[in-house]
């Protein structure tokens, strides 16, 4: 059970790790340059960008120190056509020496309410930096000598960028936003960061607030007694980024908001808003269009208007962003650390500090990834159908509607691949028709965008499908369906009257277009020109250096003993349900090599506790063989074996193991570690002459240090 060639693991673990020091060197370089490559075949990308002058919005910078300045400026109300003036004061070095002053009638920017917006239409990337200091009306409220605006709930003033509507009469042209992130451009949208008072306390609140199509979502923090902060918003590439300092102490980077639905030309200015109980009485449409005071349209009379907030703008400042060589190309949302984006934003927009290559690199950390499951909201693969839920057996009564779940009237009838072969029917003792039928939820939740899906099948069958807006047959022969599916809409495969002779089977289901690249037709293969995962999964996953494949191989319930029960390429589904009748096999290893093969990232395995030599080995020569020579590959024996909690079999196996006749006389931790031994035995020879590619992994539990050590000293005896 022992193998003497695990010893020489330890032996050469010091010489291992040195080698590593140096490839993941080497790798981080390359994996700069893909990303690199990869980002400059995006879209309004940082790239483009980055070839606008560094100086070019200089001119739109204004000190307002002189009041002509004013006439340099643009509002919403005007531009959009709206019917009133919602700013009660607005001049420059006028109320206040040296500034651009706001006070706003009762208004608010929140979901469909739009507010005031004092503005410059940019193009690219930028960089827009003010002061403001904040005060509230001594004749409003609960004036006090700290010049909260506490009178009224939400008044504050800031930054905002916003993507320009195409609204030239509102009564025409405005319409409420749809409030989903479905791809299109309706509604509000746009970022502010604003100081004033919120809600609650008696001290100052910033507030961070992103809207996608009129739906808001916010964020406040407390400041303290500050009445005067330095305010910046950059866009670079698809993500947005506050940031915020206090006069005389460091900026800090605030939040980091990814908007890849922002266009190319946005607005940027200074915004201002003040009592919310007052201005969501009025719908959205007429908040908009009137001046919200006395004597003017008031839908809720008893409900005094209470604007209580008065801002001195400093300055503002436009700056391109000159992004340091070591980080281009990079995603920065993802990738660069606080330091690394303050380096150039904040205090260093115009002078960009040198960046410490060796403190200042992106962050390396490996990710475990999610069961494939119908509830999964990854968006993992384009077609769908690897997905969907194992065959649930329904039974239903034609004469009564009645439908029993999980039905044992009928037996299932699966191919090698899991396609349902045949359906059956039986007349019970009144006489009543009861039918069969093969019932797969494919999309459950909140996990799936709308589109038009399309389907196909081979084989002659009733399939039902939701949202069907045309079917017919291909040229080629195969069935399909056209499913027109809203947002999070729940999808339903269901399968009946199936011909024997011509079985239902090879059922797909091909998300929608996404920027303009259709799916439909892709059955991967290993070697194809594309990808078996939606664009957004493997973009997503860019940061990680490690992708962990355990819950992908379903480590902790795995039924695989031998090569051929691993999962397939032709498998109906991969489906990870927790049923203990179906049997987990997890995804077929093609998938995970290409994933990591995708992402340049290192691939760790977990081995299933059953699996005899057969599949290790087949495994092992899979991986060597296909996967890239320069990527690291962990590997584990099964997963938290010391877990005796249901959904964790590694465990109960191990116990039972223990009371077989050869396995008299070891302990839990002896026959662990004889297992370990042997997987790692068999991936040494599979991988001889390069074993620098291999990283065993030997697992234990934090709060409970004792069990790894006692696994790894049965190893060395």
Known sequence: MFSNKSSNFYKRLITII??????????????????????CAQTENLEDRQLLAADDLTDLSDDFENAATLANWQRIYQTEGWGADQLETWNIDDTQAGKMVLAAHTTVWFDDYRGPLVYKELTGDFVVTTQVQIGDRDDIGDSDPDDVPNGSQ????????????????????????SQADDGTNNGENYVFLSLGWGSSGDQFQMETKTTRNSDSNLVLQDMGNNSIINLQIARIGDTVYTLYQFPGEEWVLNRRIPRSDLPETLQAGMVTYTD????????????????????????????????DLIAGFEYIQFDRPEIPESLQGLNLGLLASNSQLLSFLGDNVNSPAPINPTTDSPMEIGMNLASIVDWNSAWTFTDMAHTMRSWNNLSLNLETNESNSGSTL???????????????????????????QYISPILTGNVNPAGIYRAEWDGEALVLLPGVIEQGVTPEGRNYALLDLAENQNARLRVLDINPAN??????????????????????????????????????????????????????????????????LSDATYFAGSDQDDFHNGIAPEYMI?????????????????ADES??????????????????????????????ANGFDASRWIQEQLTLPENAGMNRFEFSASQIQEDFAIWEEVFAGQEDRLVRVVAGQQANPLYLLLTVCSSLF
């Open 18 to 39: 040195c080698q590593k020091m140096y490839k993941k060197k080497s790798r981080s370089a390359r994996r700069t340059q893909k990303a690199m490559c990869y980002s």
């Open 154 to 177: 939400y008044s504050l003033a800031g930054l905002m960028i916003r993507t320009p509507r195409n609204i030239v009469n509102p009564e025409v042209d405005w319409s409420l936003g």
């Open 276 to 307: 919310w109980e007052k201005a969501n009485d009025y719908a959205p449409f007429d908040q908009n269009n009137n001046i919200l005071q006395m004597g003017g349209l008031d839908p809720t009379p008893d409900v005094p208007f209470q604007p």
């Open 410 to 436: 009928f037996d299932m009838e699966l191919d090698e691949n899991g396609w349902p072969m045949e359906t059956h029917q039986t007349v019970n003792e009144l006489g009543q028709t009861i039918i069969q």
């Open 503 to 568: 079985y239902f089977r090879n059922f797909n289901l091909w998300m929608p277009e996404y920027n303009g690249q259709s799916f439909v037709g892709q059955d991967w293969q290993p070697g194809e020109s594309f990808s078996p995962f939606h664009p957004l999964f493997p973009e997503r996953l860019e940061p990680f250096e490690t992708l962990r494949f355990m819950d992908w191989m379903e480590a902790n319930l795995s039924d695989v003993v031998t090569w051929d029960d691993r999962a397939q």
């Open 594 to 610: 290409e994933l990591s093969n995708t992402l340049d990232a290192n691939a760790w395995f977990n081995m299933p506790h059953q």
């Open 615 to 644: 599949f290790v080995r087949n495994f092992a020569e899979l991986v060597r063989d296909t996967l890239d020579p320069e990527l690291t590959i962990y590997v584990e024996w099964s997963n938290e074996i010391w877990n005796y």
